[in-house]
C-alpha cells in the first residue's frame, strides 16, 4: 500500500475509533496485574459510518506546506445515477457505509475488527483486521452477483502553498483486505 494511502487510511481508522469507543464504554486505567486477571472475548468488532467535512489537512516542511481542503467524507451518493442500489432505484445522499452488510447471505462485517492473536511462538499480538472485500466480492462475481462495494467518496481540493492544483477524489472500494498485528518486545 502507497505511504499516503496507508497514511490515510491509518489516520480515519484512528478517526473512527476515537469517534466510536467513548459512546460504547467508559474506559477505566488498569496495572498490569489487574490486566492479567481480565477473561473474556478476545476481542471487538466496530462499524463506523461517517459523514464529515474537514476544512483543511495541512502538511509543511522547511517553510512550504501542501494541503488538501474542503475534504468530504460521505456515500459518494451525489446524483441518483451515481449510486444504483441494483433493485433499478439508488442510494440517498449519506455517511460512509464503511463496514458491508448483505443480511441475504448473512454477511455482517465490520469497519475494523479487534482481536488478540497469538503468533508461532506463542507471543500475544493485537490485531486490526479490515474487512475482507476482496475474497467475498470473488466469491459473488463466480456466482454472477454483482460486485459488492464500501460506499466510501473522499473528496478535497489539492493545495501546494496557496496555489490551487486541482482536486482529488476516491471512491467506491470493490478490493480490500489487510490485517495490521501490533506487539510488544
Known amino acids: 500500500m502507497h505511504r499516503p494511502l496507508r497514511t490515510l487510511v491509518l ?14 464504554a467508559a474506559l ?3 496495572d498490569n496485574h489487574s490486566l492479567s486477571e481480565v477473561s ?18 495541512r502538511w509543511t516542511d522547511d517553510g512550504g506546506h ?3 481542503r474542503n475534504v468530504k467524507i460521505d456515500n459518494g451518493c451525489t446524483t441518483p445515477a451515481s449510486c444504483p442500489n441494483g433493485a433499478g432505484g439508488s442510494f ?18 465490520p469497519t475494523l ?17 479490515l474487512p475482507d472485500l476482496t475474497t467475498i466480492n470473488d466469491q459473488l462475481v463466480a456466482s454472477g ?7 466510501v467518496r473522499v473528496a478535497a481540493d489539492m493545495y501546494v502553498g496557496e496555489s490551487r492544483l486541482g482536486s482529488i477524489e476516491m471512491r467506491d472500494i470493490t478490493d480490500l483486505r489487510g490485517t495490521f498485528k501490533v506487539w510488544g518486545h
Open 145 to 151: 452477483i454483482p460486485a459488492q462495494r464500501i460506499r
Open 66 to 68: 501542501a494541503s488538501l
Open 11 to 24: 489516520s480515519l481508522a484512528t478517526s473512527l475509533a476515537a469517534y466510536v469507543l467513548p459512546s460504547q
Open 92 to 109: 440517498a445522499f449519506g455517511a460512509a457505509q464503511l463496514g458491508l452488510t448483505l443480511p441475504i447471505f448473512g454477511v455482517n462485517l
Open 28 to 30: 477505566l486505567p488498569m
Open 113 to 129: 475488527k479487534i482481536d488478540i492473536v497469538s503468533n508461532a511462538s506463542g507471543k500475544q499480538q493485537l490485531q486490526l483486521t
Open 40 to 57: 473474556g472475548q478476545a476481542g471487538i468488532s466496530i462499524r463506523a459510518d461517517v459523514l464529515a467535512t474537514i476544512k483543511q489537512v
